[in-house]
């Protein structure tokens, strides 16, 4: 099981940015896919981006394509997403998560993400 801790989160008004940070445990983080996702309330959990494992492919959701950006670096365990333009329907909890097997790609569904973080809130405000 992944350790992963989510930080960054917060009260941002629209069109404005944020950078949220996951830090992982794990030997061998850099083989893994990291994913974020993000709950609105009432709503079911999303795809937001994935990173993969190895090679560094990444893929985006359509509504956030263009305004935000997932990136790693395997030598701190950590997955980043900055999040550009921001806007109310971005309001959430933003979680990142690990997928450990990086021969799947591009891997977006909740259900093949085995470790979850706890989630960092970002709300936008009009």
């Known amino acids: 099981q992944v350790q992963l801790v989510e930080s960054g989160g917060g009260l941002v008004q629209a069109g404005g940015s944020l950078r949220l940070s996951c830090a992982a445990s794990?030997?061998?983080?850099?083989?893994?896919?990291m994913g974020w996702f993000r709950q609105a309330p009432g709503k079911e959990r999303e795809f937001v981006a994935v990173i993969r494992g190895g090679l560094g492919m990444t893929n985006y959701a359509d509504s956030v394509k263009g305004r935000f950006t997932v990136s790693r670096t395997n030598a701190k365990n950590t997955v980043y997403l900055q999040m550009n333009s921001l806007n109310a329907e971005d309001t959430a909890v933003y979680y990142c998560a690990a997928n450990q097997d990086p021969g799947v790609w591009p891997v977006r569904d909740v259900a093949d993400f085995k470790s979850w973080g706890q989630g960092t809130q970002v709300t936008v405000s009009t």
């Open positions: 794990g030997r061998t983080f850099s083989s893994y896919n």
